[in-house]
């Protein structure tokens, strides 16, 4: 296969996968989008190993090496601030369980975290995962950039 078809493959994928989660949303069927996903994402990976055009060498592994470690360096901190952030909004309300009695007749009820809070957990989830993707996509570039990923090889000329 060639790289550019992998490529393509990839949008198509991509596509199929944003249709199957409007297709899980309309259902409310969220078991569907995880299959397909996991496949989709099963389905690229024996995609790229079939690709024939494989420009990968010693440099090409170092600098995808460094770019994953600097990428899970900064994410953890992140991911760690950001919980410890909603670690505290959580606790500083009861945790969605309801006293037996709701009090004296009159008063307003305690104030609890409700249920819908967990598809707002859900896309808050994503808009990490969105910025682990461009932490990887921005070491990426500056290491190929630091070791001349794009450079040409001088065994090639």
Known sequence: MKRNTFYLL???VALA????????VELERPILIQVAFVLGVLL???ARRAVEERIEDERTAMITQKAALRTLEVFWVAFFAISLGSAVVAFSRPLGLRPPHP????????????????GGFALFQMALLCLMIFLYVGFRMYYARKYGEWDTDEEQD
Do not use: K, N, Q, R
Request: charged share 10%; no cysteine.
């Open 17 to 24: 996968e944003v249709g199957i989660f409007w297709l899980s």
């Open 44 to 46: 690229l990976y024996a």
């Open 103 to 118: 009090g004296p007749p009159g008063t307003a009820p305690p104030d609890v975290l409700e249920l819908p809070f967990i």
């Open 10 to 12: 990839a949008g198509i």
